[in-house]
């Protein structure tokens, strides 16, 4: 079993719509956990960060962890074609960071 | 600019010769963490660093493959004799050492070998 994984996708939305990503992770002991956007021939830039059980809203952006069941989402309202990239979620352990592979977001016009 | 910082941004060698890519931490971050990147793939971890120290070193080949993080200046990710399959994109990482906070990535460098 992998340490974080991820649905690859692509997943495709339509402008507008609601995407919703999904990550799960192992170590039931980790404690922080952030979402990345990774544009196609970039670098991954942090988007959110969240440590407690329950819902962070930034903006379109809405992370979701839920640590009794191990998973951790983002939700971004509004989907528009400039969000098209690939989403890595990251998991915080004693002092290494869990990358998952990613999920390919498309916001179809 | 107060980014991680790497140089070269593209990089061509040779089979057979050395590369070398370098990394400065964001300010205030003392930890240093190399990826690389395969076309399409996801992000590798290969080592990661604190000032004149290796903490883990699990994702680097075992072979010509060497990091290091001086007192003074950047880290430095060294691959010697490289071939084909090293070519990719790498990518460094810096944070201020609690896990806490996230890791705030470089460009990174793309290595071509021809």
């Known amino acids: 079993q992998k340490e974080v994984e991820q649905n690859s996708g692509p997943l495709s939305v339509p402008e507008g719509a609601i995407a919703s990503l999904n990550c799960t992770y192992s170590?039931?002991?980790?404690?922080?956990f952030f979402w990345y956007r990774q544009y196609s021939g970039k670098s991954p830039e942090l988007i959110m960060s969240?440590?407690?059980?329950g819902d962070k809203e930034d903006g379109r952006f809405t992370a979701q962890l839920n640590k009794a069941s191990q998973y951790v989402s983002l939700l971004i309202r509004d989907s528009q074609p400039s969000d098209s990239a690939t989403y890595l979620c990251?998991?915080?352990?004693?002092?290494?960071?869990?990358f998952g592979t990613g999920t390919r977001l498309k916001v179809l016009a | 600019n107060a980014g991680v910082m790497q140089n070269p941004r593209h990089l061509v060698r040779r089979r057979g010769q050395e590369a070398r890519l370098r990394c400065s931490p964001m300010?205030?971050?003392?930890?240093v963490y190399w990826y690389r990147q395969l076309p399409e793939e996801g992000l590798k971890f290969m080592v990661y660093l604190q000032k004149e120290n290796i903490i883990d070193e699990s994702g680097m080949p075992k072979e010509r493959f060497s990091a290091e993080f001086p007192k003074e200046g950047p880290s430095i990710l060294r691959i010697q004799q490289v071939v084909r399959g090293d070519s990719a994109a790498y990518f460094c990482?810096?944070?201020?050492?609690?896990?806490?906070?996230?890791?705030?990535f470089g460009d990174g460098t793309r290595l071509s070998i021809l």
């Open positions: 300010k205030g971050h003392s930890h």
């Open positions: 969240i440590y407690s059980n």
């Open positions: 990482a810096s944070s201020p050492g609690r896990t806490d906070q996230p890791q705030h």
């Open positions: 170590d039931r002991g980790s404690q922080s």
């Open positions: 990251a998991v915080s352990g004693t002092y290494k960071y869990i």
